[in-house]
């Protein structure tokens, strides 16, 4: 766990940015798939996680990735109106 925390320390703040957009589309996707209700936290996530990764790309100069995410927010936002 030490080893972890260590590793974990040595992130630049492009690389949190990067990998907790990466987990939360992850979960994201799981719980939309899974059909047990949760889609309006799955549809939330979506919208996090893509401010998360549209920031990285944005400092990145990622630019075809930064435009992905203002279609990932905007299907994030549609969602989560549809199942509210």
């Known amino acids: ?3 972890l925390m260590r590793w974990l320390s040595t992130w630049s703040s492009a690389q949190w940015l990067e990998w907790f957009g990466v987990i939360t589309a992850i979960v994201y996707s799981l ?3 899974s059909n047990t209700g949760l ?3 799955g ?3 979506l919208l996090v996680s893509s401010f998360s990764i ?3 790309a944005y400092l990145g100069g990622h630019r075809g ?3 992905l995410q203002f279609f990932y927010a905007t299907a994030g ?3 989560m109106l549809r199942w509210f």
């Open 1 to 3: 766990m030490l080893r």
């Open 31 to 33: 719980l939309v798939a």
């Open 39 to 41: 889609e309006f936290i």
């Open 43 to 45: 549809f939330t996530l």
């Open 54 to 56: 549209g920031l990285w």
């Open 65 to 67: 990735i930064l435009l």
């Open 77 to 79: 936002v549609i969602g």
